[in-house]
């Protein structure tokens, strides 16, 4: 099959992976095989920090954790890359040209580098074709074509070619980038977390929220202590908020032994009890660079806030009868004996025989442990009830 023909296959099948996001490492192949790569690897990276994320193909998926956990800072390549494509001025440079590493820099002086002898000749790689793809601020998507140290550099005609192959590849990814942002949660699991009483906000590891359910956006557009700024999270005062993005950048950690969670209270003005926040990490089985993809929930409760007891949960869980559970949802709302014998019109007595029903039914001895109990019983998805005027 000639050049030209091959060209276009990989144009086609470009903008195929942009509904079959899958399909993308067979884009790297291909694109790899037009343009004589022997391997290709698609990444996100910060220019600053390093960190980042990607796929490869053709390339020993055991180079991705040790180049963003510590060679990413140590690339000789990527800073004169950076500044032979303008990226800190967010110049359009990169979108037109490609660039190899000796463009960047000499090869004896990459060889020279800590970069090239202790990561790039250990995985054979020897030579490379970097192919820009988008630029928001500091984070920069690009694709790297690899070869060997038996093969031929990257010449003149190699760098046209991915010329001509770039602006398509480009607008596949940002493609292949909304829809991923559109399609994070199916229908099934939106629907489940907008019964959650508690918010739920999913937030990438810079605390930019990419979802927040109902109980979430009211939190943050009433409930003091909590706010969305500029898209990201915020928790109060700074010292919370440094505290809270602290917990997201653990929970979002690129090394999955060091992706830990964490809780916090959040105080608020005005209020005598404080929001409590839970940080949750995610564990996805695979990582793409299509995102936003939020890798951390921060789940944050209420302790104010009045809920509505499923009386019919009650029922089903524990084989109440319509008595039992009238008397149990007024010991949940804070009620003694006497005060539901008050309220229901009942004698002490047989709000006392209702309930030692109820312990013996939910395998409780003491009105502590049942209040307990049933609170975790009717706390999951439980609706909240609009607050006292």
């Given at each position: 099959m000639?050049?030209?023909?091959?060209l276009?296959?990989?144009?086609?099948?470009a903008y195929?992976?942009?509904l079959?996001?899958?399909?993308?490492?067979?884009?790297?192949?291909t694109?790899?095989n037009?343009?004589?790569?022997?391997?290709?690897?698609?990444h996100?990276?910060?220019?600053?920090?390093?960190?980042?994320?990607?796929?490869?193909a053709?390339?020993?998926?055991?180079?991705?954790t040790?180049?963003f956990?510590?060679?990413?800072?140590?690339?000789?390549?990527?800073?004169?890359?950076n500044?032979?494509?303008?990226?800190?001025?967010?110049?359009g440079?990169?979108r037109?040209?490609?660039?190899?590493d000796e463009?960047?820099?000499?090869?004896?002086?990459?060889m020279?580098?800590?970069?090239?002898?202790?990561?790039?000749?250990?995985?054979?790689?020897?030579s490379?074709?970097?192919?820009?793809?988008?630029?928001?601020k500091?984070?920069f998507?690009?694709?790297?074509?690899?070869?060997p140290?038996h093969?031929?550099?990257?010449?003149?005609?190699?760098?046209?070619?991915?010329?001509l192959?770039?602006?398509h590849l480009?607008?596949?990814?940002?493609?292949?980038?909304?829809?991923?942002?559109?399609?994070?949660?199916?229908?099934?699991?939106?629907?489940?977390?907008?019964?959650?009483?508690?918010?739920?906000?999913?937030?990438?590891?810079?605390?930019r929220?990419?979802?927040?359910?109902?109980?979430a956006?009211a939190?943050?557009?009433?409930?003091?202590?909590?706010?969305?700024?500029?898209?990201?999270?915020?928790?109060?005062?700074?010292?919370a908020?440094?505290?809270?993005?602290?917990?997201?950048v653990?929970?979002?950690?690129?090394d999955?032994?060091?992706r830990?969670?964490?809780?916090?209270?959040?105080?608020?003005?005005?209020h005598s009890?404080?929001?409590?926040?839970?940080?949750?990490?995610?564990?996805?089985?695979?990582?793409?660079?299509?995102g936003?993809?939020?890798?951390?929930?921060?789940?944050?409760?209420d302790?104010?806030?009045?809920?509505?007891?499923?009386?019919?949960?009650?029922?089903?869980?524990?084989?109440?009868?319509?008595?039992?559970?009238?008397?149990?949802?007024e010991?949940l709302?804070g009620g003694?004996p006497?005060?539901?014998?008050?309220?229901?019109?009942?004698?002490?007595?047989?709000?006392?025989?209702?309930?030692a029903?109820?312990?013996?039914k939910?395998?409780?001895?003491?009105?502590?442990?049942?209040?307990?109990?049933l609170?975790r019983?009717?706390s999951i998805?439980?609706?909240?009830?609009?607050?006292a005027?």
């Amino acid at each position: 099959m000639n050049g030209s023909v091959d060209l276009y296959d990989v144009i086609g099948l470009a903008y195929e992976a942009v509904l079959a996001p899958q399909r993308w490492p067979e884009v790297l192949e291909t694109a790899a095989n037009v343009l004589g790569g022997d391997g290709a690897a698609l990444h996100v990276q910060d220019q600053i920090t390093g960190k980042g994320w990607g796929m490869v193909a053709r390339v020993d998926p055991a180079a991705v954790t040790p180049y963003f956990g510590h060679f990413a800072t140590r690339n000789p390549i990527r800073h004169r890359r950076n500044s032979l494509l303008r990226l800190s001025d967010g110049g359009g440079v990169w979108r037109r040209r490609p660039v190899t590493d000796e463009h960047a820099l000499p090869k004896p002086e990459l060889m020279r580098s800590e970069y090239y002898n202790d990561f790039l000749r250990p995985f054979g790689i020897h030579s490379l074709l970097m192919l820009g793809l988008s630029l928001e601020k500091t984070k920069f998507a690009s694709i790297n074509f690899l070869r060997p140290p038996h093969r031929s550099q990257f010449d003149d005609r190699d760098v046209d070619l991915a010329a001509l192959l770039q602006p398509h590849l480009v607008r596949a990814f940002e493609l292949s980038r909304r829809l991923s942002g559109l399609e994070q949660l199916d229908d099934g699991l939106a629907q489940s977390l907008d019964r959650s009483p508690n918010g739920v906000f999913l937030v990438d590891d810079e605390g930019r929220v990419r979802y927040a359910n109902r109980a979430a956006e009211a939190l943050a557009a009433k409930v003091p202590g909590l706010s969305i700024r500029n898209g990201i999270l915020h928790a109060g005062s700074a010292d919370a908020t440094r505290k809270l993005l602290r917990m997201i950048v653990a929970a979002a950690s690129a090394d999955r032994e060091k992706r830990t969670g964490g809780a916090m209270s959040v105080a608020r003005p005005g209020h005598s009890r404080p929001l409590s926040v839970v940080v949750v990490p995610l564990y996805p089985e695979h990582v793409t660079p299509f995102g936003p993809q939020p890798p951390v929930i921060v789940c944050v409760a209420d302790m104010e806030a009045r809920r509505a007891v499923p009386g019919d949960r009650l029922r089903d869980l524990f084989g109440l009868t319509p008595a039992e559970v009238t008397v149990a949802v007024e010991l949940l709302a804070g009620g003694d004996p006497a005060a539901i014998a008050d309220r229901l019109s009942l004698s002490v007595h047989t709000v006392r025989v209702h309930l030692a029903r109820i312990k013996l039914k939910t395998d409780t001895s003491k009105q502590s442990e049942l209040v307990r109990l049933l609170e975790r019983a009717s706390s999951i998805c439980a609706d909240p009830l609009p607050r006292a005027p």
